[in-house]
């Protein structure tokens, strides 16, 4: 990879990037309320599960045929993986974030140089929108596969250590332990048709229904 696109896929997977990834939990909230996920290993055992049986199947796979849509100037392909992406999320919240992430990053487009087509903004989600930037700044598509997969980790170990509580050493260790199923989600990825896109998860989806109604909560999904 290029310094160039190696700056700017580091920039596009910064915590610091204004979309506000770091407000949603994805379940997890719920997960550590119903003591699913109460120490390291069972965190653990959560990433695996949803990084390989999930996000592989649902968001990595959006973005690999979503590259090949934004390559080939195809905006029909375009509306229907938005429209698909949005269609797969299987509560309110988890179908708000994709929107809301999908909006916090358009956003930026203009500011950073790019022009989304204004005909299809309305139908946006976050995977398609993400491969249209790296389809434009140029970044390989494996790359940005596992980026986006190692923010998303990220992520959920950031929420972890708030809700656990996890310590920010085993937030480390979690990371590290990662490492081989992010490599496996990524080839998974790209192997996925479009029929096949979508996942399920039914314990993750019953959780994050519960997260709407539930008493306390620091996330918002």
Known sequence: MNANALLRLLQLSSPSLPIGAYAYSQGIESAVHSQIICDEMTALDWLNSVLINGLASNDLALITHAY????????????????????IRETSELKEEDRHLAKALLRLAEPLG???????????????????????????????????????????????????????????KLLLAMDKSLSTAVKKSLTVPVSRIGSSLPNLAIL????????????RS
């Open 68 to 87: 090949q849509s934004w390559q080939d100037s195809d905006l029909d392909s375009i509306t229907e993986l938005s429209q698909l992406s949005l269609a």
């Open 114 to 172: 790019l022009e989304y087509p204004v005909e299809i903004k309305t139908s946006a989600s976050y995977p398609v929108v993400y491969a249209y930037f790296i389809h434009n700044w140029s970044i390989s598509l494996e790359d940005a596969l596992l980026a986006f997969a190692w923010s998303w980790l990220e992520n959920q170990i950031a929420a972890m250590i708030k809700l656990v509580p996890l310590g920010q050493t085993q937030g480390q």
């Open 208 to 219: 994050s229904s519960q997260h709407e109604i539930q008493y306390s909560r620091l996330f």
